[in-house]
């Protein structure tokens, strides 16, 4: 049984690794220009043209931040009641 595989030209995009890659090169896929990204996020996980993750993990440690962030405002409202209600 063949199955045909669909290319989706929308999402496609270019991400040049190295420094001896022509930048200003046009890719066509089926006639289509392919456009030239800086980065580019695949399964969660940012790629960029230098291969740095500096960005990709600032971005891990400000949500995980913002998780334990809204864990201690939900503990100190819950102890909140409980002290009041103590006095």
């Known amino acids: ?6 290319i989706n030209l ?4 270019v991400l040049h690794y190295g ?3 022509p930048l200003n090169y046009t890719y066509l896929l089926f ?6 990204e800086e980065m580019v ?3 969660g996980i940012n790629f960029d043209t230098q291969l740095k993750s ?7 440690v400000r949500n995980t931040n913002y998780h334990l962030l809204s864990l201690v405002c939900l503990l100190l409202e819950y102890n909140i ?4 209600s103590s006095i």
């Open 1 to 6: 049984m063949f199955m045909a595989m669909f």
């Open 10 to 13: 929308s999402k496609c995009v």
């Open 19 to 21: 420094h001896r890659l």
């Open 31 to 36: 006639g289509t220009n392919i456009t030239s």
């Open 41 to 43: 996020q695949d399964l």
């Open 54 to 60: 500096d960005k990709d993990i600032s971005a891990i």
């Open 81 to 84: 009641s409980v002290w009041f």
